[in-house]
């Protein structure tokens, strides 16, 4: 039985991907807020689940430590922890933007960095990133997240170089628009329905189907340093 660390479970996508991995491993999942939703996906799942804050790095290393101590190792990182934000370019501002790159970039890299180093050490372990389709096309008021989320995905193509020969795997997962909270927070009924019907498919994504295409990469032992778009054929 693998253990699977999931960051950001709480989400749509996290919670959707510490579900698939928990009918087969062990699954621990990080949450930075929303306390109570991460009890109720713990007792539900039977999984376990530790606070951090990606873009602390004194908090994933005692995050990491914790999780260690009590599976042993990590055989599978799936980063997904992550915030959006819908603002005109000129109205972005420092802050906005350091914290969308210290959350979504920053953190992926303080996690990965952390936990890399048993997989090496076992010359073992696999590592999936969670971009966004906005990462590889951009997007129209979300300039510092497509930012972020591209260089997610530099990352990843980047370090499945570097760390193939110690057996490790590093991919990334770009979902498209996904039918979750999140978008719904940000985007208005009609809105979503004009990106549903950009697809070829026709409709929005669902936080399950991108849970899938996360084992799929973890699992594959022959695939490193791919992006794998799960959007329904957009563009």
């Given at each position: 039985m693998s253990v699977i660390f999931v960051t950001g479970g709480t989400g749509a996508i996290g919670s959707a991907v510490a579900e698939e991995f928990s009918r087969t491993d062990d699954v621990v999942f990080s949450y930075n807020s929303c306390a109570d939703k991460a009890q109720r996906l713990k007792e539900r799942l039977h999984c376990g689940c530790v606070r951090m804050d990606v873009s602390d790095r004194q908090s994933?290393?005692?995050?990491v430590a914790e999780v260690l101590k009590n599976y042993g190792h990590i055989d599978v990182l799936v980063n997904n922890a992550g915030i959006s934000q819908i603002k005109l370019f000129g109205d972005i501002t420092d802050e906005d933007w350091a914290r969308m790159l210290a959350v979504d970039l920053t953190g992926c890299f303080n996690v990965?960095?952390?936990?890399?180093?048993?997989m090496i050490a076992r010359k073992s372990g696999a590592v999936v990133n969670i971009s966004s389709v906005w990462g590889v096309h951009g997007a129209s008021c979300e300039v510092h997240y497509s930012a972020a989320k591209a260089g997610v995905i530099g990352m990843t193509k980047a370090l499945a170089k570097e760390v193939g020969l110690s057996g490790v795997t590093v991919n990334c997962v770009a979902p498209g628009v996904i039918d979750s909270p999140m978008?719904?927070?940000h985007l208005t009924p009609e809105e979503l329905s004009e990106l549903a019907e950009q697809t070829p498919v026709g409709r929005l994504g669902r936080p399950e189907e991108v849970a899938r295409a996360v084992?799929?990469?973890?699992?594959?032992?022959?695939?490193?340093?791919?992006?794998?778009?799960?959007?329904?054929?957009f563009y």
């Open positions: 994933v290393n005692a995050a990965t960095q952390e936990v890399l180093k048993g978008n719904s927070a084992r799929a990469l973890a699992e594959n032992r022959f695939i490193t340093g791919q992006v794998l778009g799960v959007d329904g054929g």
